[in-house]
Antibody, heavy 117, light 107 residues
Framework: QVQLVESGGDLVKPGGSLRLSCAAS????????MSWIRQAPGKGLEYISY????????YYADSVKGRFTISRDNAKNSLYLQMNSLRDDDTAVYYCAREYYGRFDSWGQGTLVTVSS | AIQLTQSPSSLSASVGDRVTITCRASQGISSALAWYQHKPGKPPSLLIYDASNLQSGVPSRFSGSGSGTDFTLTISSLQPEDFATYYC?????????FGPGTKVDIK
């Protein structure tokens, strides 16, 4: 069955960096657009980045543009999010999600990123 | 970016109640709308796509309707496992956006 498993979340100081990973199984990753979506404590869902199936088209929300980089390795069935210059307001649960004709039909369980001094 | 609003932001209901949640888009999005259920500690789960199509495995008490700018999620008879937060999401154009959510709790 389709499975997405995130890892890499941690406690990090403001200004620090983290790399999140999302391991995909049960489907051919190279056929799908993939996204990162986050939820800050007490807040709603925020769509922060996507990458096309080929990796050539990228999108970043203004809140993370210039600081976060999305990438994928289809051969390794993996999606990544490199997060630099982390701020307090990046504290959130980060989900990777598979996009299928616009809807997100599969989600990982989430990984918690806490930015605090 | 297309903005989505939801109403109400929260509601209290009893088991067996009929519940209706509304989502409004800032511009027409045809039927490019999905609904998700989100429970604490779990990932969101897709309920409805293309405004009215039930995702496989989702109980038939959930239904969606609407097109253009106004959409509705209806739970025909609320069950204990339905207490959660519900989000709409548009995929008419990038960047995709989510509504702010509607929390359904127990009266």
């Amino acid at each position: 069955q389709v499975q997405l498993v995130e890892s890499g979340g941690d406690l990090v100081k403001p200004g620090g960096s983290l790399r999140l990973s999302c391991a995909a199984s049960g489907f051919t990753l190279s056929k799908y657009y993939m996204s990162w979506i986050r939820q800050a404590p007490g807040k709603g869902l925020e769509y922060i980045s996507y990458i096309s199936s080929s990796g050539r088209t990228l999108y970043y929300a203004d809140s993370v543009k210039g600081r976060f980089t999305i990438s994928r390795d289809n051969a390794k069935n993996s999606l990544y999010l490199q997060m630099n210059s982390l701020r307090d307001d990046d504290t959130a649960v980060y989900y990777c999600a598979r996009e299928y004709y616009g809807r997100f039909d599969s989600w990982g369980q989430g990984t918690l990123v806490t930015v605090s001094s | 970016a297309i903005q989505l609003t939801q109403s109400p932001s929260s509601l209290s209901a009893s088991v067996g109640d009929r519940v209706t949640i509304t989502c409004r888009a800032s511009q027409g999005i045809s039927s490019a709308l999905a609904w998700y259920q989100h429970k604490p500690g779990k990932p969101p789960s897709l309920l409805i796509y293309d405004a009215s199509n039930l995702q496989s495995g989702v109980p038939s008490r959930f239904s969606g309707s609407g097109s253009g700018t106004d959409f509705t999620l209806t739970i025909s008879s609320l069950q204990p496992e339905d207490f959660a937060t519900y989000y709409c999401q548009q995929f008419n154009s990038y960047p995709f956006t989510f509504g702010p959510g509607t929390k359904v709790d127990i009266k």
